[in-house]
């Protein structure tokens, strides 16, 4: 039987490897996952009826969640490690003309899911993810949107597509809440 110290140290270490992976996963899908590739362009998919939304913001919502769950399972300091490295890591994976808008986008988006999951993670855990992820999903949308196009006309598709992401991990989440209740697994 693994004990919770060791527990924590693995599944930390596993929901920073994915956090790290959404990444480059993001920006491959951008350019091969969709059923409408513009060219020169993003592979689009529909986030609700009438809304298509880039492939990539699929990964982007889910980064907030596992950036909560990083933190969660290894402590604060990991958390903010992870965001630099996640900013250092899209920045290299960026298109040129993107470099700006991606990095800049992805610290102020982690960073705003930080500020908001810190406080209320130790005694709302779903809520905490929920509202973190909310918060984190709109700034890094307008952020993006406004640097590297300056527009933000396609902003609904954005959010959506982000939401999604983050609403299919919340029973896992709560899950997770249960299941280190019943360990008596504390978060770092």
């Not at 994915?18 to 951008?30: G, K, V, Y």
């Not at 999903?137 to 590297?148: E, G, H, M, T």
């Not at 939401?163 to 209740?181: G, K, N, S």
């Amino acid at each position: 039987m693994i004990d919770n110290d060791k527990r924590k140290q693995i599944e930390g270490a596993i929901f920073l490897g994915l956090f790290c992976l959404t990444i480059p996963a993001a920006n491959w899908m951008i350019g091969h996952v969709g059923i409408v590739c513009i060219t020169n362009g993003p592979c689009l998919l529909p986030v609700a009826p009438g809304i298509m939304a880039p492939s990539g913001v699929l990964m982007v919502g889910a980064a907030l969640v596992l950036r909560d769950l990083v933190q969660r399972r290894l402590g604060i300091g990991f958390g903010i490690a992870a965001i630099i490295v996640g900013a250092v890591i899209s920045a290299g994976l960026a298109p040129p003309s993107l470099v700006l808008a991606s990095a800049t986008a992805f610290l102020l988006s982690e960073f705003a899911d930080f500020a908001v999951y810190t406080p209320l993670a130790q005694r709302r855990l779903v809520a905490a993810v929920i509202g973190s992820s909310m918060v984190g999903l709109i700034v890094d949308s307008i952020a993006f949107l406004w640097l590297a196009f300056g527009s933000l006309e396609f902003l609904p598709g954005q959010i959506v597509g982000k939401l999604w992401m983050v609403l299919l991990a919340v029973p896992f989440v709560a899950y997770l809440r249960r299941r280190d209740e019943r360990l008596g697994l504390k978060s770092a």
